[in-house]
């Protein structure tokens, strides 16, 4: 553009030369009408030149505003990423609590299970004292023992099974705000394409 500006003004200023020349030799020349002629095509070369500078105004403020928005667009882009990067970070920390919970679930279902077993062999124990001929102090003593053992035993069933439920319900909402998260990622992601 600046090319064809400075090309516009040599033939300007050439053609201004030769209406010089020729208005110089106007008063012998009998060709008033080539005069006319190249006065007006000097006109017209500077009313494209100033058309053209209008444009190459307009088309820089355009350019300024396409790299305020490139800009604009990279910050966006910056903080969609680093949006992103959070929702993964708290997905992995679910998920780590989650292999927690279960883990935790595990033990306690083991530990009532155990328990169970337990009881059960207590139970039979105590049938067997009740038998005719079998009373002892010592035995009722461990029974009571293996009670208080159980009931804390069923206690921390409770507790555990209460944990697992916690557990489990705040896995479903981790699996949602994971899946949200991803959402979310890919919704930044075609932004940004």
Known sequence: MKQFQRGQRDEISRLEAEIADQSHDAIADPYPRVVQDLQD????????????????VRMQADLDRAIADGDR???????????????????????????????ESGSALASYDRMSAELTLIRTDESSAR????????LQAEHDRTLAD?????????????ERDRALLQLNRFGIDRD????????????QD
């Open 73 to 103: 667009l990279e910050r966006e882009m910056f903080q969609a990423g680093s949006e992103i990067h959070n929702p993964q970070q708290e997905i992995r920390n679910r998920d780590r609590d989650l292999a927690v919970a279960r883990s």
């Open 41 to 56: 095509q000097v006109r017209q070369l500077q009313a494209e030149r100033d058309d053209l500078g209008r444009r190459l």
């Open 180 to 191: 949200q998260a991803f959402v979310d990622r890919d919704h930044a992601r075609s932004e």
């Open 150 to 162: 159980l009931a804390r035993s069923r206690a921390e069933l409770t507790l555990a099974m209460s």
């Open 131 to 138: 038998a005719p001929g079998s009373g002892s102090g010592l």
